[in-house]
């Protein structure tokens, strides 16, 4: 039954996360996220951290709602916001990069969920980084979207693809550069990485 | 002090198989074959399975039919005699086995002029002079292997005792409880330990742990007990593919790889790390990482 079956949001929204190299015109609904923002080169300290705290909130969450017989789901993938990545290959040196680390999650948790699982968390002494963790809500409407494979600093070739092929369709990216991480690095050799590149668009001027 | 060779290896795997050939009317336990050659009663299945090609139950059942089979063509005793000789309780449990392997009852067996053994893995039958194709050549000689040195690493653990297929569950209770403990934070390792050799142990009596790792102060509560995964050297090789796939890879990593390292395995279990969520991969990208315990070389060994 519908109502029962544990619920998976990639699967429940397939046409969000279907991308293939070729870019693609998407239209992302209002999407709710436990969020984690943050500073510094990706890879780095601050960054490692704040993926252990974000997933450790996510899991938290799942298990206390599951232990509680409440609704069950999977856990999706990390995904990033880049706020300061120029589309435009302006981008600041990797030190000063913010990032906003998220991972999708039903809107049935609440914040009181949250808030919870970063009590018990903090009693377990897992770091800091926990408190930073919320809930937030993501609207991109209209996006290009495409399938990066291959090393993440390699990305500029395929978003100049998705640059090109917007101004093609009458559009301009003008988000928030997305991206959703399909394949874990510490696994998957660079050149086979699988990424999900997100770029909002708005109607070009003129 | 010398590295030990694959010779060394094969040399004390001769020895068990000679053993149980002269000794095909004997229970032949386990720990009795590994102490033969000094392998470790631990590992001794897998070691065996790698290098020989079947498991030691297989083996010694498939010489036991060979020489009831010779007994029925060579002798003059009754059926269910040498069905009772070669350990099986009655006719009809014998004949059947006999059946499959050979393809035809004991009875026209005795009639018909000329039957071919099959062909086995390692090539050693009952009545002909023993020798040994050793599988060490195979795949598993040239695993990617790597030795890591491990602290000893406290973990919180959930037992489950029953047929490994059905470990996932006891996963998902155990990951529960300590996930609303907050004991998934701070990325701990997902680890299974196995107990018993699915060759000897039946089904329902096999015991696993689902271990996650926790810090020196987590205590037992309930039915999640504490304990302490021996440190010390590993060799750590990794296993793709679904769950059930795995005691191919534990066979050709102690049977194939481990002969021919120079290494030798330590009296400690194996255990397996989780490297991906089941949930969410396809069961041929699953990634799980086999650590097999290893003796220390002795210092100047290596000169």
Redesign the interface.
């Known amino acids: 039954m519908a109502t029962t079956e544990k619920v998976d949001l990639y699967k429940g929204n397939k046409k969000e996360y279907a991308a293939t190299p070729k870019p693609a015109v998407v239209e992302i609904g209002p999407a709710v996220y436990l969020s984690i923002s943050g500073r510094g080169a990706p890879g780095g300290n601050a960054f490692s951290d704040a993926i252990g705290a974000l997933y450790g909130v996510a899991f938290t969450v799942k298990m206390t709602r599951k232990f509680a017989g409440k609704r069950d789901y999977a856990v999706c993938k990390l995904e990033a916001l880049w706020p300061n990545l120029d589309w435009n290959d302006t981008t600041p040196d990797r030190e000063h990069w913010v990032w906003q680390l998220v991972i999708r999650t039903p809107k049935f948790v609440a914040a009181k969920d949250v808030s919870q699982a970063i009590e018990t968390l903090m009693k377990r002494g897992k770091g800091a980084a926990v408190q930073r963790v919320e809930l937030q809500s993501l609207s991109e409407g209209l996006c290009v979207q495409a399938l990066h494979v291959g090393p993440y600093e390699d990305e500029g070739k395929t978003m100049a693809t998705m640059r090109a092929f917007a101004e093609r369709q009458g559009l301009r990216i003008a988000g928030t550069h997305h991206e959703i991480y399909l394949s874990d690095p510490r696994r998957v050799a660079a050149s086979k990485l699988k990424t999900i590149l997100r770029g909002p668009v708005m109607k070009a001027e003129g | 002090m010398r590295t030990v060779t694959l010779h060394d290896y094969k040399r004390r795997m001769l020895r068990v198989l000679v053993h149980i050939q002269q000794h095909l009317d004997e229970s032949l336990q386990l720990e009795e074959l590994a102490g033969l050659a000094c392998f470790s009663p631990c590992h001794f299945h897998r070691v065996f399975k790698g290098m020989v090609g079947e498991s030691v139950k297989e083996y010694v059942r498939r010489l036991r039919l060979e020489r009831a089979a010779s007994q029925l063509k060579l002798g003059s005793a009754s059926v269910v005699d040498i069905a009772l000789g070669s350990g099986y309780d009655s006719h009809e449990a014998f004949t059947r086995t006999f059946k499959t392997a050979f393809g035809t009852a004991p009875s026209q067996y005795r009639l018909a002029r000329r039957v071919e053994l099959a062909s086995t893995p390692s090539g050693v039958h009952f009545h002909e002079p023993m020798t040994v194709r050793f599988r060490t050549l195979r795949r598993g000689g040239n695993m990617k292997v790597e030795i890591k040195q491990l602290k000893p690493m406290h973990v919180a653990f959930m037992r489950h005792v029953g047929p490994y297929a059905e470990v996932g569950k006891a996963w998902e209770k155990f990951?529960?409880?300590?996930?609303?403990?907050?004991?998934?934070?701070?990325?701990p390792m997902m680890l299974g330990i196995c107990h018993d050799d699915p060759e000897v142990t039946p089904p329902a009596k096999l015991r696993y742990d689902a271990c996650l790792t926790v810090?020196e102060d987590f205590g037992p509560r309930g039915d999640i007990g504490a304990q302490t995964v021996a440190g010390g050297a590993y060799a750590v090789t990794t296993h793709t593919g679904p769950y059930n796939q795995l005691g191919r890879t534990y066979a050709e990593f102690l049977g194939q790889w481990m002969p021919r390292s120079g290494r030798e395995l330590r009296n400690a279990p194996c255990f397996e790390v989780y490297?991906?969520d089941p949930?969410?991969t396809d069961p041929e990208e699953l990634?799980t990482d086999i650590y097999a315990p290893l003796q220390e070389v002795a210092k100047g060994a290596r000169e």
Do not use: A, F
Not at chain 2, 175 to 187: A, H, S
């Open positions: 990951l529960t409880v300590m996930g609303k403990e907050g004991y998934l934070g701070g990325n810090g490297v991906n949930h969410d990634l």
